[in-house]
């Protein structure tokens, strides 16, 4: 099967992300919202990166024109009967991904693919809503899409090793690497292993061991990660974190991955991250560009 038509359900930050990288790599797309806003204002975003990377240099006006034309614009699932690959990148709960491809199960043809975007949801569960379980894979890009080289490919119970290899291929074709996560755990592996890492980082907090500032430095340069786990968190937002741990801890049933009542009080407070314009720093008004 050749790829070449390719719907985004969501257009958030990452279906915006992934309309863009697919788009600039010659695909086909078509983002779809339920809120018809939300898709336009995805393209205007997508514009505003590429009228920067022309004043730049970086790219030529043909170019834009090139890439925003691959992508169409839709609120109405019915647009993408003729695709081959479903991306899906809506809010992160389950019965509404359920949902979702429960309704276009019986728009697509039984060749589509459908990827999910889950950061650490089941793949099985989600492919519970539809007649296909073996076309239904994880695909799990990161922020931001475009610029992020890995893409996670999650085997669900019953996922095809065709429907594997064929993104690792498209994976390939847009200049990102995969990695194969071969059982349907939550978080995957990148989630899992972060996760861990902030748990361990609040516990230091919380021991006195070392104070915001200074465990975000020894992560930063004794390690060499681009940020530490505090500002990692108010990037990704502070009640991300929280409902994702619960969710873990739900998921895990071990209790060291209950969300910790530091992490609660934080988020309780307003201070969800950049997006308020605080978390475990304050942050100036434009200083939200990471
Ligand atoms: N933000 C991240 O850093 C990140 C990284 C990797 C994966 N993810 C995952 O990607 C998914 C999307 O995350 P996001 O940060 O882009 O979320 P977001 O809140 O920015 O966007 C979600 C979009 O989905 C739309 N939506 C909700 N229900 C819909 C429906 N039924 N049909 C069509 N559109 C619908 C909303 O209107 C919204 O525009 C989630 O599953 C998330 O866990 C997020």
Redesign the pocket.
């Known amino acids: 099967m050749t790829i070449t038509k390719i719907g985004i ?7 915006t992300g992934i309309a863009h990288i697919l788009a600039q790599y010659g695909y086909r797309v078509i983002l ?4 018809e806003k ?1 898709v336009e204002n995805s393209i205007r975003s997508i514009e505003t990166i590429l009228d920067s990377k022309i004043k730049r240099g970086k790219i030529t006006e043909a170019e834009k024109v090139e890439l925003t034309e691959n992508i169409s614009i839709s609120s109405n699932l019915t647009d993408m009967k003729d695709t081959d690959l479903i991306i899906e ?4 709960n389950l019965d ?1 991904k359920t949902r ?1 491809f429960s309704t276009l199960d019986k728009i697509c043809n039984e060749n589509v693919i459908f990827a999910t ?3 650490t949801m089941s793949i099985t569960k989600i492919a519970s809503g539809t007649k296909r379980p073996e076309k239904v894979v994880g695909l ?4 931001p899409a475009p610029v992020m080289k890995l893409v996670e490919i999650i085997r669900g119970y019953y996922t095809n090793d065709d429907v594997v290899s064929e993104l690792k291929n498209l994976v390939r074709s847009i200049g990102k690497e995969s990695i194969e996560v071969k059982k349907d755990s939550p978080g995957f592996v990148v989630n899992r292993l972060m996760l861990a890492q902030f748990r361990e980082a609040f516990m230091v907090l919380e021991e006195g061991i070392a104070t915001v500032d200074d465990i975000d430095k020894a992560m930063a340069l004794g390690l060499n990660h681009p940020m530490g786990p505090f500002e990692l968190m108010d990037y ?1 937002g502070n009640d991300i974190a929280y409902d994702t741990l619960e969710y873990m801890y739900k998921e895990m049933g071990q209790p060291n991955w209950a969300p910790p009542a530091i992490l609660k009080r934080v988020v309780n407070s307003g201070r969800i991250g950049k997006k308020a314009g605080k978390g475990w720093y304050d942050y100036c008004k434009g200083d939200n560009d990471l």
């Open positions: 359900i969501g257009s958030g930050a990452m279906g779809n919202d339920i809120d939300k990148a809506i809010i992160e509404a979702v975007n889950t950061s799990h890009f990161f922020n990704t």
